[in-house]
């Protein structure tokens, strides 16, 4: 009985003990973390507050920018107030921020009319036409190796979509959204490249560009839409058979593609 009586004693010291260590700080190195119970996870998503695309983007865009500012605004409140942890967390998160992928959603190309057309000879926009020309040759060779070429291709897309945006009428609007397509292909976005291609042929049927072989290519190779792609080889052998090299290696993948049927 004794012995029963000691070890429960012992028990109840090393407890008090335990309870009354010092909190060395690291139980608050990262703040608390609270995870979705099942019956969460079971509860219907609210309903959106638009069904229009456009609009759900623009909030999501604006939501994160918002983010953004308030973990920019812990940073440096923290700093202010000494407060090294907290000031570590919010940094982390920002950064973390940074690598999350974030996707347009929204492809500049679609958001533009399919229904313009390139007809007018307008000054301003060849000028303008004429200087994203010069960001892209500056830019060098896609793929690319050298951020500043990088920035030379962004400088050209700016300018590019500034011309179709500013002189919708312009009969360089076609030329512009080849040339996007072309830099948005280097940078491996092949559906926004697409839509760049599509647009160029829409606006100006006749453009000077191939831009029907590059649209079934990605079609056929990127995106393998290869129904799609047959398709628009055959309109580019129609309509732009005038780049014979092109045209002879549509001419194999439609019999290949006819083939496979």
């Not at 940094?91 to 007809?119: G, V």
């Not at 948005?184 to 291609?197: P, S």
Request: charge should be neutral.
């Amino acid at each position: 009985m004794t012995r029963i009586v000691t070890t429960a004693a012992v028990t109840v010291l090393l407890t008090l003990l335990v309870g009354c260590e010092t909190d060395t700080g690291t139980s608050q190195r990262l703040p608390a973390r609270s995870y979705p119970s099942m019956a969460d996870a079971n509860q219907p998503l609210a309903k959106p507050t638009s069904n229009n695309e456009i609009d759900l983007v623009e909030k999501l865009v604006a939501d994160r920018r918002a983010y953004q500012r308030s973990l920019q605004a812990l940073v440096q409140y923290y700093t202010a107030s000494g407060n090294h942890d907290k000031t570590t967390w919010a940094r982390e998160e920002l950064t973390a921020l940074d690598r999350i992928p974030q996707y347009q959603y929204i492809i500049e190309a679609e958001a533009m009319p399919s229904t313009l057309k390139a007809t007018e000879s307008i000054a301003a926009a060849d000028q303008l036409y004429a200087e994203a020309q010069k960001f892209y040759k500056d830019a060098g060779i896609i793929p690319l190796t050298i951020t500043k070429d990088e920035e030379m291709l962004r400088a050209a897309l700016r300018a590019y979509g500034k011309l179709i945006t500013t002189y919708p009428t312009s009969d360089k609007i076609d030329d512009a959204a080849y040339m996007m397509g072309r830099i948005h292909e280097g940078f491996g976005r092949y559906a926004i490249a697409l839509a760049f291609y599509q647009r160029a042929y829409q606006w100006d049927p006749a453009t000077p560009f191939p831009a029907r072989f590059r649209a079934a290519d990605i079609l056929d190779h990127r995106l393998h839409r290869r129904a799609e792609a047959l398709q628009v080889y055959q309109e580019a052998i129609a309509k732009e058979g005038r780049y014979i090299d092109l045209r002879l290696m549509a001419e194999r993948r439609v019999q290949e593609l006819n083939t496979s049927k």
